[in-house]
């Protein structure tokens, strides 16, 4: 019996705390939305009305600071503080603009693909081709754009079975299952359904890419698209899954722990203690006056007369009678506990971007000391290697030749323009002791030269500048007279 839907064991064990992180990040809606999930009843053994009144009130009177998901954004800011590095074939140049076939460019793309790992320590991407119909795409469709290699991004969640097999002496991707939500038009045309429906990616015994699709219905899982073999730019099959896995520690199939994870543990106990703090205050912040030493005539005198407060109406009391305001202590254990857990989170925080806070695999580390990669560059460089293997993949679908390369910044401190240190490298340029393609990726770096200009084209523009007429009214012509005026 065929079980598409089979997902992996610690596929379900990290569930719970991928669904932690990715609420804490949506904010405060989202968390209380989620009710005694992350907030506890005071009283849960009571199941009366006037208990689930009083948790709404509880819940609705807690503050949720959502320093995890301002932190992720942080973070991403500080990658994309400095342009990426992007070289592709000239049959690629639309990915700069739309990389996805729904006007996702390569640069927002990997953003969102920065925040996933951030959260969840886990993506994907797929590199596929999307034809117009099957087996007959023109060279008109693919400069239309009608039909043209892409990248889909595929969240953790999405990705519920994997296997690898071993083939000479490398492990190779043999099925990848990933579970996707299409929108399905209502008859009307004007609403629409979700549909689940699983696209299975294998390996076959042969050793070509396979893809087919089931459709989850109402009481079976049936195949929509029977399996077919995609084929590369030479019309030849697949003889790898163009499927890029990508992690927090290394971009391999294994589950990867998620960076923001303890963060978000502490950003739900920050929640709980303003739940407590919050309370109190409202059960006994406001002043409570009292009296002393009345007799009940007295006291149903007062009640008669009624009871009013400040400085116009004075409690006239009888003899012995004493009264004053009561106010309560401040409950400094839930809110000294709140302060200790936002410290708590800045250090988490600053922890993904210290240096020496991760350790990079001997691949990974090239020249770079290990002792130097912190949590965020190493995200980051795992990033920059998987877009330029999907990059190499896209050519091949479309048979382009020519250097692919994605590299995100890993320099995350402010960047300036240091005038001594440029010009030292400027006239190292000058003297022959740097290239001055380094020199203008300095310049691309700081923001002072397009960072999407190649080196060509900023040597064509000088070349073009310093050719070009460059006079003034002082000047004299080659015949020896003044320029004249158009």
């Not at 990715?22 to 506890?40: F, H, N, W």
């Not at 793309?109 to 087996?135: M, N, P, T, W």
């Amino acid at each position: 019996m065929t079980d598409v839907t089979f997902t992996r064991p610690e596929y379900k064990a990290a569930q719970y705390r991928w669904r932690l992180v990715r609420d804490v990040c949506k904010g405060s809606e989202t968390i209380k939305e989620a009710g005694d999930r992350y907030l506890p009843r005071p009283n849960a053994a009571d199941t009366s009305r006037d208990n689930r009144d009083r948790y709404e009130a509880y819940k609705k009177r807690a503050v949720f600071y959502n320093a995890t998901g301002r932190t992720k954004h942080s973070l991403v800011g500080a990658v994309f503080r400095t342009w990426p590095t992007l070289t592709v074939p000239g049959a690629l140049d639309y990915v700069s603009k739309d990389v996805d076939g729904q006007g996702v460019s390569v640069y927002q793309q990997s953003q969102s693909v920065i925040g996933h790992l951030l959260e969840v320590g886990r993506h994907g991407l797929l590199v596929d081709y999307a034809a117009v119909e099957a087996g007959t795409v023109s060279k008109a469709d693919e400069l239309s754009g009608r039909a043209r290699a892409n990248i889909a991004s595929y969240t953790a969640e999405s990705i519920i079975n994997w296997k690898t097999r071993q083939v000479g002496g490398q492990h190779l991707l043999s099925l990848v299952v990933l579970r996707e939500t299409v929108d399905v038009d209502t008859d009307d045309g004007f609403g629409s359904e979700q549909v689940v429906q699983y696209r299975v990616l294998r390996l076959d015994v042969s050793g070509q890419y396979t893809q087919e699709v089931w459709e989850e219905g109402s009481s079976a899982t049936t195949q929509k698209v029977a399996p077919f073999t995609p084929l590369n730019g030479t019309g030849r099959p697949w003889q790898v899954i163009p499927f890029q896995f990508l992690g927090s520690e290394n971009n391999d199939t294994s589950i990867d722990d998620a960076p923001l994870y303890d963060m978000a543990e502490v950003n739900i106990g920050h929640y709980r203690n303003s739940a407590d703090y919050e309370e109190a205050a409202y059960l006994v912040g406001q002043p409570q006056p009292w009296m002393a030493g009345l007799d009940e005539q007295w006291r149903d005198h007062m009640e008669e007369s009624g009871i009013f407060l400040g400085s116009r109406a004075p409690w006239m009391l009888p003899i012995n009678g004493t009264c004053g305001v009561w106010q309560a202590q401040p409950n400094t254990v839930a809110k000294e506990a709140m302060e200790s857990k936002k410290q708590d989170m800045v250090s988490l925080g600053a922890r993904l971007i210290e240096r020496g806070s991760a350790v990079k695999t001997a691949t990974q580390a090239d020249n770079d000391s290990a002792a130097e990669h912190s949590v965020l560059s190493l995200v980051v460089s795992n990033v920059s290697e998987a877009y330029s293997q999907c990059l190499e993949w896209m050519a091949e679908f479309v048979n382009a030749s020519g250097e692919v390369v994605y590299k995100l910044n890993q320099d995350f401190s402010q960047i300036t323009l240091d005038a001594t240190i440029l010009a030292a490298l400027f006239n190292a340029v000058q003297g022959g002791k740097l290239p001055e393609g380094d020199f203008w990726q300095y310049l691309r770096d700081r923001g002072v030269i397009n960072p999407e200009k190649t080196d060509d084209e900023i040597r064509g523009e000088l070349e073009a500048q310093s050719t070009g007429p460059d006079l003034d009214d002082d000047e004299v012509t080659p015949n020896g007279g003044k320029p004249s005026n158009p």
